[in-house]
Structure formats: structure tokens, C-alpha cells
């Protein structure tokens, strides 16, 4: 089973982005998207920013997570 989660992009760097996610932030590959900018929600698996999703898609995301913890 894969397992993803969603981050809002802080910053981009030519194919890097940074990205956080409650509050923890880290650099992942950004080369799989296009035209991804600062204040975009991404889907982050294995150390890739691997689709954009709307921001109700986030908030959905955290509400499971935070059911699940």
C-alpha cells in the first residue's frame, strides 16, 4: 500500500520544492508537475510532490489523519 500526504509548497527551486506539512517542512523533487507555485497543496510520496490537489482536498486529508492519531 502506498501511503501519501498532502503539504502546502512554501517555495520552489527550479525542480525542488519546499513544502510543509503541520508545521514540519522539508524539500521534495518537484520535477513530475508543472507550473506549481508557492501556496499550491501538493500529494507528497517517497520524497516526490506527485499531483496538486485543491485545498478541501487537504483539509479532508488532515481530518482523517487527525481521527486516525
Known sequence: ????IAAKVISI??????????????KVSAALLDELYPGDYVMVH??????KITD?????TDAVLGELL
Open 1 to 4: 500500500m502506498c501511503v501519501g
Open 13 to 26: 527551486d527550479e525542480d525542488t520544492a519546499l513544502i510543509d506539512v503541520s508545521g514540519a517542512r522539508r
Open 46 to 51: 517517497a520524497g516526490a510532490a506527485i499531483a
Open 56 to 60: 478541501d482536498d487537504e483539509t479532508e
